[in-house]
């Protein structure tokens, strides 16, 4: 069914501007409904801002710029096929596809999102109330979290796009053993930052110096590939992680 039959415009008034016409009805419509997304947002936001939840302001924060894409994406693929549609262009299934991806994308978007904001909001309650918490740990939960999702989605795209996942899954197992050689350092890097959150040898907040390299200074951050460690002269020390592997380090 054509959008003019949806909307019930009179296709021998426009002639053949008809799908001009829906086209902009269709951009005023996602307009409308962007501009009510974000009045209203802000007016929920508020009020939930007062409520001891931290879940929900962690959802609304995280699904407005994702849901104001979806939005604009939508549009643009009702416009597409509008144009399809009364030009004779086989281009539904293309886009179909790339509509299928371009959700999938906004969704993978949202929960990083939320998960980044869900972090925050934990550590920020935790400090308001006086409540001791690690934030080594939640930083290493929220980063496995945000890698996972893109993991998945990443998997979901390509078989959605007609691809097998068990043939890539072993093709990766063989270009792994490439991959590994060309970036060592890389995945040195990787796994001396997942020892530190196993082992523990520091957190976020520590005062540490190494008696075997000139690092002295108190734990920023905690990254995948390097640990930020501010000096006492007030300059970010950046040491990668696979240093850790190999030096004392001293944790008064």
């Not at 740990?137 to 097998?164: C, E, H, M």
């Amino acid at each position: 069914m054509k959008f003019s039959e949806l909307t019930g415009i009179n296709q021998s008034l426009f002639g053949e501007y008809t799908w001009i016409v829906e086209i902009i009805i269709i951009i005023i419509i996602a307009g409308f409904l962007n501009w009510m997304l974000k009045r209203y947002h802000h007016k929920i936001i508020l009020k939930l801002k007062k409520t001891k939840i931290i879940w929900d302001d962690a959802f609304l924060d995280a699904v407005e710029k994702p849901l104001s894409v979806l939005i604009w994406i939508t549009a643009l693929t009702f416009s597409l096929n509008i144009v399809g549609e009364y030009n004779n262009l086989n281009i539904l299934g293309v886009v179909s596809s790339l509509y299928k991806i371009g959700v999938l994308i906004i969704i993978c978007w949202f929960l990083i999102r939320f998960i980044t904001y869900f972090e925050k909001n934990i550590i920020s309650v935790k400090q308001t109330i006086g409540e001791e918490i690690d934030r080594t740990t939640v930083d290493a939960i929220a980063k496995l979290l945000r890698i996972s999702v893109i993991i998945i989605g990443f998997l979901i795209a390509l078989q959605s796009l007609g691809y097998s996942i068990s043939g890539v899954l072993a093709f990766g197992g063989v270009g792994g053993i490439a991959v590994g050689f060309a970036a060592r350092d890389l995945l040195a890097n990787f796994f001396g930052g997942l020892m530190i959150y196993m082992d523990r040898p520091f957190s976020v907040g520590d005062w540490i110096r190494s008696p075997d390299k000139e690092i002295e200074g108190t734990v920023e951050k905690i990254g995948w590939r390097s640990t930020t460690i501010m000096t006492f002269d007030k300059r970010p020390l950046y040491v990668p992680n696979s240093v850790f592997n190999n030096v004392s380090v001293e944790n008064p």
